[in-house]
């Protein structure tokens, strides 16, 4: 398995704003993603965090917006600006060790976010 | 495109009966099928993966799924449940391509009633 971190843990935010989120991995992975998870709903894959290269976003969902880094194998950022209401929800970085079809996704603890 | 479908918003079973957790999917190809817990203000944890062989598998927790090709489902199982599996569960799918994030399905809650 993998040990994953996010910081912070939660934030209320105003709107209008921006918040980065920390992901942190106690080893080196192939795969990070990024999910959203608004109130009462499922997961909702927001992009794909490669080392090396631009991050690869869902459709409905726009680098302008949810700038992402991956400097390195063991860390990304996900911000998310320009906040509005809306973007009230938890946000969880995943992570993949090989990206293998056999590959496990493991999850970190989450980033409540709430706007005002 | 791949999809999981979980019909049932909440589960409701006693103490120490089984529990059955539905789940079916939908993808080109072979099916990789996962389940996951998510405790409140917890994030989401890993209980067990079908990727291909026995059709049973057994996972953490005391928990299995039953992998049913002809009926595209992947129902989570126990054969006796505990107050503590009282969570959030989803059910997730990967295509056969590799390299692709999970999929999931909107999740299903369980109560267990002592």
């Known amino acids: 398995s993998a040990v994953i971190s996010q910081k912070p843990s939660r934030d209320i935010c105003q709107r209008g704003t921006s918040l980065t989120i920390q992901c942190q991995v106690d080893?080196?992975?192939?795969?990070m993603f990024w999910y959203r998870q608004q109130p009462g709903q499922s997961l909702t894959l927001i992009a794909t965090?490669?080392?090396?290269?631009?991050?690869?976003?869902e459709s409905g969902f726009v680098i302008d917006k949810f700038p992402i880094s991956r400097p390195n194998l063991t860390f990304s950022t996900l911000t998310v600006s320009n906040m509005s209401p809306e973007d009230s929800s938890i946000y969880l970085c995943?992570?993949?060790?090989?990206?293998?079809?056999?590959?496990?996704?493991?999850f970190g603890p989450g980033t409540r976010l709430t706007v005002l | 495109a791949q999809s999981v479908a979980q019909p049932e918003d909440q589960v409701n079973v006693a103490e120490g009966n089984p529990l059955t957790v539905k789940c079916t999917y939908s993808?080109?190809?072979?099916?990789?099928l996962f389940w996951y817990v998510q405790y409140p203000n917890r994030g989401l944890q890993f209980l067990l993966k079908?990727?291909?062989?026995?059709?049973l598998v057994k996972g953490s927790y005391g928990f299995e799924a039953e992998f049913n090709k002809s009926q595209t489902s992947f129902h989570l199982k126990k054969p006796s449940a505990l107050v503590s599996d009282s969570a959030l569960y989803f059910c997730?799918?990967?295509?056969?391509?590799?390299?692709?994030?999970?999929?999931f399905g909107k999740g299903t809650r369980l109560s267990v009633i002592a």
């Open positions: 995943s992570v993949g060790r090989t990206g293998s079809f056999a590959d496990t996704q493991y």
């Open positions: 997730a799918v990967r295509s056969f391509s590799g390299n692709t994030p999970l999929v």
């Open positions: 080893s080196q992975v192939t795969m």
């Open positions: 993808v080109s190809g072979n099916p990789y």
């Open positions: 965090a490669n080392q090396g290269s631009e991050a690869t976003y």
């Open positions: 079908y990727i291909t062989g026995d059709n």
